[in-house]
């Protein structure tokens, strides 16, 4: 067991400007789940890679425990990874696959196949020790790809988007047992995907990163309720949280007829740089149905509603059309999504009023993108 | 009535079969003009062609093997296994066999050893840090090795005994110079003891490139993933050149085991460049290069056939006995590359 420590990491690849990862600094906690989520090619892969010494470190350090072993060949780092096509060797059985590490460390050939079998029974794949991996189903090669991480016991276990493949049910159902196997087992984890829902229920803690850049870490409830900034404030969350730009006047932020009154700590919080202007976000859960005339109620024009039985989510646009392009769903397109009672949904085509519940909107600066104080 | 449809009558007739095939009769194609050209051209013309000019020669071969024609003029007599009787009994021959044999052990050995050795090592043998990559400069070495296998075996022949020559041969030369007075003028074709192992070397030198880069390619089609978890899981470039690359390429491995042994059991070009007399002592004598002596120059078409007939079955046995060894050792159940 080790934590794990990213001390200014960088790469950068051959022929390219910008690195793949600047300047990463993160540390993950010995026995914790951390989940590295952002979109494709924000460089968590490429994190996880120089982790596991499968990609160069130009600068920095990286730690495992207290030893540095950025100049540490893989095989002498004592992790265990897990790909994303399992990378199982198609040659060899199930067991085969497992024990190739112990058999390389030279382990005796009776222990190994005591630790193949206790991790096949963890796994559920003791049937199948003697198969060859074409053989299985995606989801018996994603376990024996689990298995042969497990078998090494190793300091840190590194997953590559082990998930990917599989179809959605086996993935939620995969999700929860990888994140109960790796409470009980109590290895330092570190986990790469690109699924903000993965991350939300697997980490301990979550970080985000986007164009290389770290851009927060915290538990899922701290990414939820407040993000460090823009990109976060959308990317964490399904559906994503509505994001406006609206102009400061008067102690409050307009938009068209909308106005959402600001706390004074928020209006002292803006700077020259941001024009009088400021980003709001709000969830689809903190929207309430209101009536019209109602202060800060907005009005929606209703172009869809998803309908998940527990809850009801109504996509629409602002009414007022000429200020309906300010307003985007994450860092999508122009459209906001609120959450209504389920029992009584509104029809597509329909106008609904909606205000931002007290205390839930989310402020930041439109020069910086960051968080404001509310 | 048409002929389906008595087909189908006698097929009821037939009953428990008609059973156990229902979709039969329905499935049945109709000879349109579509379907009897398309056949014609591509199963009916290649088909002839092969029968014509592959397989009617092998068995004109046979034929002629078992008679004592000269090639030269348009009467022989039917002599049964005659030729083959004097084959047993002839050293000369023989002692081709026994060159040819020991050429088709040694070359693919050794051709398949050292290719796959410069193949893994350009491909996966660079630094065990970072991303899989093989030695610096890997994409320069990949192009000289293969230069060999541009210049025609004729001229590598030629080139070589020029450089064995053992007056004004560059390789004399080079050792005479490093102080090895003993090969002043060393004749390594001209001796019993060098002659065969060099003109294996000139083979294998010519043959190299080619398969490396066959083995390249294979390499290339293993998933990097693959390589990076058994790096992992601690196998150093050794371990995983034999423990990962070479099972996930043993197809190619085979396939260039045979296409060597092939080419080594002719060597005919090589031998008949570097000997034309088949060397000292007829050390450097194939069997190939007997036939065509047999046949063109003393004129017994016949007893050449012959040999040319048990050239045939030893090429025949040695790709059997490269697929057994393979099944043998595991290869049936391979090709699974999930």
Redesign the interface.
């Known amino acids: 067991m080790a934590s794990v420590t990213y001390d200014q990491a960088t790469r950068v690849y051959p022929g390219q400007e910008r690195p793949a990862v600047d300047a990463l600094n993160l540390e993950v906690a010995d026995g914790e789940f951390l989940v590295l989520v952002g979109p494709s090619g924000c460089g968590k892969s490429t994190s996880l890679r120089m982790l596991?010494?499968?990609?160069?470190v130009n600068s920095g350090r990286i730690l495992i425990g207290d030893r540095d072993v950025t100049?540490?060949?893989?095989?002498d780092?004592d992790?265990?990874?897990v790909?994303?096509?399992?990378?199982?060797?198609?040659?060899m059985s199930v067991a085969d696959n497992m024990g190739?590490?112990l058999k390389?460390?030279g382990t005796p050939k009776a222990q190994i196949r005591e630790r193949v079998e206790e991790a096949a029974k963890i796994l559920d794949l003791t049937e199948y020790l003697d198969r060859?991996?074409?053989?299985l189903s995606g989801g018996q090669?994603q376990r024996v790809a689990m298995g042969?991480a497990i078998v090494?016991q190793p300091q840190v276990f590194l997953m590559d988007e082990p998930l990917s493949n599989l179809d959605a049910k086996l993935r939620v159902q995969t999700r929860t047992q990888i994140a109960s196997l790796q409470r009980r087992l109590g290895v330092t984890t570190v986990y790469v995907t690109h699924d903000q829902t993965e991350a939300l229920t697997m980490g301990d803690r979550i970080a985000v990163l986007k164009d290389g850049l770290l851009q927060q870490v915290g538990t899922p409830r701290e990414m939820y309720d407040t993000p460090a900034n823009v990109f976060v404030a959308g990317f964490i969350g399904s559906p994503a949280m509505n994001l406006g730009s609206f102009a400061v006047a008067d102690g409050k932020a307009n938009l068209g007829d909308t106005h959402i009154p600001l706390t004074r700590t928020t209006i002292d919080a803006l700077t020259e740089e941001d024009k009088g202007e400021i980003t709001l976000g709000f969830r689809p859960e903190s929207l309430d149905v209101a009536t019209e005339g109602e202060e800060g109620a907005f009005a929606i024009n209703v172009n869809l509603v998803e309908e998940l039985g527990s809850d009801a989510f109504v996509y629409g646009q602002l009414a007022a059309r000429e200020v309906a392009e300010h307003v985007t769903s994450g860092a999508g397109e122009a459209q906001l999504i609120a959450r209504v009672d389920p029992r009584r949904p509104p029809m597509k085509g329909d106008k609904i009023w909606v205000k931002v519940r007290a205390g839930e909107a989310h402020v930041f600066s439109s020069a910086t993108g960051l968080r404001l104080p509310a | 009535m048409t002929a389906t449809d008595a087909s189908d009558a006698v097929a009821a007739a037939v009953g428990p079969r008609r059973r156990r095939l229902p979709s039969r009769g329905s499935r049945r194609r109709r000879l349109s003009f579509d379907y009897v050209s398309f056949m014609l051209v591509f199963l009916g013309l290649p088909l002839a062609i092969f029968l014509i000019f592959v397989i009617w020669p092998f068995i004109q071969a046979v034929f002629y093997s078992m008679t004592d024609w000269t090639g030269f003029t348009a009467e022989f007599n039917v002599i049964g296994l005659g030729n083959f009787e004097k084959l047993i009994n002839d050293p000369i021959f023989m002692r081709a066999m026994g060159n040819s044999i020991k050429i088709a052990i040694v070359v693919p050995l050794v051709t398949i050893v050292i290719a796959l050795t410069f193949a893994t090592l350009i491909t996966v043998g660079g630094s065990s840090r970072g991303q899989i990559r093989g030695i610096r400069n890997s994409s320069f070495y990949r192009v000289v090795s293969f230069f060999p296998y541009v210049i025609p075996a004729i001229v590598i022949a030629l080139i070589w005994r020029q450089m064995f020559d053992p007056s004004a041969g560059l390789l004399n030369g080079i050792l005479t110079g490093l102080g090895f007075d003993q090969f002043e003028s060393y004749a390594w074709l001209g001796k019993v003891s060098t002659a065969l192992p060099v003109t294996m070397f000139v083979i294998i030198w010519g043959a190299v490139g080619f398969y490396m880069l066959l083995f390249i390619a294979a390499i290339k089609g293993v998933p990097a993933e693959t390589l990076e978890a058994a790096r992992i899981d601690g196998a150093g470039r050794f371990r995983s050149a034999v423990s990962i690359v070479i099972p996930l390429i043993r197809d190619n491995v085979q396939t260039a085991f045979i296409y060597l042994g092939i080419m080594a059991l002719d060597a005919f070009v090589f031998v008949q460049a570097l000997n034309p007399s088949g060397g000292p002592d007829n050390s450097t004598l194939v069997m190939s290069q007997q036939l065509f002596r047999t046949a063109f120059t003393q004129g017994q078409f016949g007893y050449a056939s012959a040999m040319g007939v048990v050239l045939a079955i030893i090429t025949l046995l040695f790709a059997a006995l490269v697929f057994i060894i393979n099944w043998a050792t595991g290869g049936r159940d391979e090709g699974g590359r999930a």
């Open positions: 596991a010494g499968l990609e160069d100049d540490v060949q893989p095989k780092r992790i265990a990874m790909f994303q096509n399992y990378a199982l060797y198609p040659h190739f590490a390389i460390a060859k991996p074409k053989a090669r042969r090494r």
